[in-house]
């Protein structure tokens, strides 16, 4: 491969990097790859710790995907291990232990949702459990691995020394993580690993348990964290500021129309391909209304997952939804808004209780939730707020039951006898 292609590559590879450890060694191994013919391994490590990934977990599998794409072979490492004791990057307390029938049943839906990013080939994705290595090692073989690190090095990384500072317990175990994270790495021969900024403690580990090992020590890319729907905090699906990747075209484009103005250029380099004088053209409001520029972005990111005829027809239902709504004061409701069927035992005093329809709508799943939802003024009935959480809800059929901006449901009544 020429010169001038690995730079090109190089540039493609690193766009959006927060780090590289370091830029020459992986340029010197992309040139080694293409006069050998010797796919790079790239790993990236997942722990099942929760049954969904959302777009924060795919920056890093969508530099993944580049790899690939570029003729490279992906090593997704499923912490089914690891995850037992739970990565305390970020952490402020230990991580409660996960059942190895929760682990199974998250590693099981993790690959389905990587595999919407990823090229699930045979040719060009690996995938192993680090329990292969991991639960065979000897005590004996735990101490040596133990001894490649010291307390002082764990306690350099923010974490844990702000929770050592402030006396907040720190387990034993948890030190144990990044040794073990590292040891995947000399495991599968990894020549990079990709992870996020809250990832560099642990990957950097990697790098010096392989060189322990006599290895050629891994090129560490850290891609930033996304920041979420809320413009402030990572996004997380406990914090709720979240998109999910299996979530439908219209909740998924709905979503990202709330991204805030000044987070677009970070979501258009992490979470798509526009080019860099595109990203700049669109997020300047000088040259590109902030509105469309959001109707573009919530596109290309719902095409990426869903196709582009998905991903039009969720445009052209959110602006007849919302901006025919604003100039004619009409409620539109999406055409695929689903019926819910209210039964005549629903019935009392001439209504359904308010609680109650909303868990029968599937928009709450306990009383307590549907009476903080009327409560934040969460739920509609034909575009008016229901304003009291007690009492009943005169309904017929053809009436639309709306929780939030996006969520809908037609209601098909059987009338009390």
């Not at 987070?263 to 669109?282: Q, V």
């Not at 739920?379 to 639309?400: P, Y």
Request: aromatic fraction near 6%; charge should be neutral.
């Amino acid at each position: 491969m020429a010169t001038g292609n690995i730079d090109e590559l190089l540039r493609t590879l690193t766009r959006g990097c927060e780090r590289v450890d370091t830029l020459d060694e992986l340029r010197r191994k992309l040139q080694r790859s293409a006069e050998t013919g010797r796919p790079l391994r790239v790993k990236l490590g997942l722990d099942p710790t929760a049954p969904d990934i959302h777009l924060g977990h795919t920056v890093v599998l969508r530099k993944m995907r580049q790899f690939q794409d570029a003729g490279h072979l992906a090593v997704l490492i499923i912490g089914d291990y690891t995850a037992r004791i739970g990565d305390p990057s970020g952490r402020s307390r230990t991580r409660p232990v996960l059942d190895d029938e929760s682990i199974r049943r998250n590693a099981e839906t993790y690959f389905q949702q990587a595999g919407r990013v990823l090229d699930t080939s045979p040719e060009r994705l690996e995938v192993r459990y680090n329990s292969q290595w991991l639960e065979p090692m000897r005590f004996a073989d735990v101490l040596r691995l133990a001894g490649q690190m010291t307390v002082g090095q764990m306690l350099k990384r923010d974490d844990f020394a702000r929770r050592f500072r402030a006396e907040v317990p720190i387990g034993v175990h948890e030190f144990m993580y990044p040794l073990m994270q590292g040891w995947d790495s000399v495991c599968i021969d990894a020549d990079v690993e990709l992870g996020g900024t809250d990832q560099t403690f642990n990957n950097l580990v990697g790098r010096d348990l392989q060189r322990a090992a006599g290895r050629e020590p891994q090129v560490v890319m850290v891609m930033p964290i996304l920041v979420g729907l809320d413009g402030r905090e990572k996004m997380s699906k406990s914090l709720g500021n979240y998109v999910g990747v299996h979530e439908p075209p219209h909740d998924m484009f709905g979503k990202l129309m709330s991204v805030p103005d000044e987070c677009m250029a970070n979501y258009f380099t992490l979470l798509t391909a526009e080019p860099d004088g595109r990203i700049a053209e669109l997020c300047d409001p000088r040259r590109t209304h902030p509105m469309e520029a959001k109707k573009r972005l919530a596109s290309a990111i719902t095409a990426g997952f869903h196709g582009a005829a998905a991903a039009e027809q969720a445009r052209a239902e959110w602006e007849a939804i919302h901006q025919k709504k604003a100039a004619t004061g009409t409620l539109v409701v999406p055409a695929d808004t689903p019926t819910v069927t209210v039964p005549a035992d629903m019935f009392t005093d001439g209504g359904v209780p308010k609680l109650r329809l909303v868990v029968h709508c599937g928009f709450a799943a306990s009383n307590g939730e549907a009476r903080r939802l009327i409560a934040e003024q969460g739920i509609r009935l034909n575009g008016h707020v229901v304003e009291d959480f007690n009492g009943t809800l005169a309904v017929k059929t053809g009436d639309v039951l709306q929780r939030g901006k996006r969520h809908f449901v037609r209601l098909e009544v059987d009338a009390p006898s």
